[in-house]
């Protein structure tokens, strides 16, 4: 993988990140209303914690949202040229990172069905589904759950070992 950052998006990002998930492969056919006509906006990034891997070209790769109130990953994509190379996985441990310092206990993951996967190979567990919520989502959608590891509980393990 070429060298990637994550940092806080802003305002002039909307365009891109809304051209990053509306391109999105993992949204064609059959989940394709779900994010038909959905736009990442210049006051969604002011209002959610909103972080986009950047490439070394200055290219997005992938963003995600962080609600904080209640505690969900609202939107996760990778763009479909990267898919596979580790951003995703850089993007949930840094979702993690920041859902720790923000003092969360878990946060929620309401997936796309082929996506659930990816989630739990990060660590997420299932604890439901969500009904279909026609006539946008008419399939059942998994709901995972992250617990968050604070950093302070994992110093005192490490401690405790010792």
């Given at each position: 993988m070429e060298f990637m950052t994550i940092r806080r998006a802003t305002a002039v990002d909307a365009e891109g990140l809304t051209a990053l998930m509306q391109g999105s492969s993992a949204y064609r056919g059959q989940y394709a209303t779900v994010i038909a006509g959905y736009r990442v906006t210049a006051e969604y990034i002011e209002q959610h914690q909103v972080f986009a891997a950047v490439g070394a070209a200055g290219q997005l790769v992938g963003f995600y949202s962080?609600?904080?109130?209640?505690?969900?990953?609202?939107?996760a994509f990778v763009s479909d040229g990267a898919q596979g190379s580790g951003v995703g996985r850089m993007l949930m441990e840094h979702m993690l990172g920041e859902a720790g310092r923000a003092g969360l206990a878990y946060v929620r993951v309401v997936s796309n069905p082929p996506a659930e996967q990816f989630y739990l190979r990060m660590?997420?567990?299932?604890?439901?589904t969500v009904p279909p919520t026609p006539?946008?989502?008419?399939?059942?959608?998994?709901?995972?759950?992250?617990?968050?590891v604070h950093q302070r509980a994992v110093e005192t393990a490490?401690?405790?070992?010792?």
């Open positions: 962080l609600v904080l109130e209640p505690a969900e990953l609202d939107l660590g997420a567990e299932r604890v439901g006539p946008k989502v008419t399939w059942e959608r998994p709901e995972l759950r992250f617990a968050i490490v401690t405790a070992i010792r």
